[in-house]
């Protein structure tokens, strides 16, 4: 979860190799551009509210995330504040029970990420909520323009019941977000938004 590593390390972010696409991401987030030798990332993902506190979402979308730059001992300090701990199995896993309770009052859920790990963040971050860079072949149906593709869209008006069966089970047992779920049964993220509304 969390990606701390005891070697020291600085970075910054390269935006020449960046899409405009990508830069709009990091800009949503607040990602930021360089990390010093003491700092590190605070990840902070909105939680649900449930009755008895809050909960981690199964599928959440890139206005559920911020980074925040913190000072890596702080970091550090705060993942040993919430981890188990005892000198039994016993004593664990009462530690464990206790920091639940604690993790039930928190509207965000943390992870912190040092420089060593930054650029893998940023990668798995663009990877999800970023457009794919154009592969050649790519680019060449863009030129072509994909017409039958083109046309399916635009007579859509609603989810099949077959999609919408998928799309039930994937989104409810969190094997897929809205984007990938859109991206597999080929209709727009808001056709599938209100569908999934419904549930």
């Known amino acids: 979860m969390h990606k701390i590593s005891e070697n020291i390390a600085k970075w910054s972010l390269d935006e020449s ?3 405009k696409d990508d830069l709009e991401v990091l800009n949503i987030v607040n990602f930021p551009k360089q990390l010093g030798y003491r700092q590190c990332i ?3 993902i909105k939680r649900l509210r449930g009755a008895g506190g809050f909960v981690d979402k199964q599928i959440y979308d890139i206005n559920d995330i911020k980074y925040l730059v913190t000072n890596k001992d702080i970091a550090k300090s705060e993942v040993i504040r ?5 000198s039994t199995s016993r004593e664990i896993e009462q530690s464990k029970k206790f920091l639940e309770g604690i993790m039930r009052a928190k509207a965000y859920q943390v992870t912190y990420i040092d420089a060593n790990f930054a650029e893998e963040e940023l990668h798995e971050l663009l990877s999800k909520f970023s457009t794919p860079k154009p592969t050649p072949s790519m680019k060449v149906q863009q030129v072509l323009g994909d017409v039958t593709t083109a046309k399916k869209t635009v007579k859509k008006k609603g989810l099949t019941d077959k999609q919408k069966a998928i799309a039930k089970a994937k989104y409810e047992s969190g094997e897929a977000d809205v984007k990938e ?3 597999e049964l080929k209709v727009t993220q808001t056709l599938l938004k209100e ?3 419904t549930l």
């Open 181 to 183: 779920l859109a991206a």
């Open 17 to 19: 190799q960046l899409t």
């Open 42 to 44: 605070q990840k902070r």
């Open 82 to 86: 919430f981890s188990p701990s005892g």
């Open 195 to 197: 569908y999934l509304k």
